[in-house]
């Protein structure tokens, strides 16, 4: 399992700290591909648990974890706002929302890997499952914030789009 670990995570991530450090110009080439490459390769890792227990994810078992997948990573995105927000911390907004997305975002598809090599492709379910919520979860939040909304204000945002349809339906109607 260490090896696996080796494989999937350390030499990657030391591979890419080497060529941002001494390769600078092959880095800055390649950086408008690296994120439809992460998505490919993620897609990749967890496409096959996917596929090969389709039955599975789709049957009523399956359906049992939609709520607890989709509770971890709400916590984890929460929770890791909230802590870095701490009097003790006091993070700026931009690091609070980096660690939101660090701890909501954890690593499923190393947990699908593992899973499938060493607990074989059925154990992978879970993981599959937490991939995709990840993804969909952790992706719609970068892209909230990064419109530059805040979480706090979508109380107020949902109340005003409410009372403009309000006002256009009525609008409408007297016309």
Known sequence: MSKSILQVVLIPVAVGLALNTYAKPFVNVIR???PLMAMVCTSLC???PLALNQSQIISMEGLQLVLPV???HTFAFVIGYWVAKLPLLRQEENVCRT???CTGMQSSTLAGLLATQFLGSTNAVPAACSVVAMAIMGLSLASFWGRGFRIRDIPTNFMSQLG???NAESSNAYS
Request: some cysteine; glycine content about 6%; overall charge neutral.
């Open 32 to 34: 408008p591909f690296m």
């Open 70 to 72: 989709l509770s971890f």
């Open 46 to 48: 967890i496409g096959s």
């Open 164 to 166: 403009t349809c309000f």
């Open 99 to 101: 660690i939101s997305l």
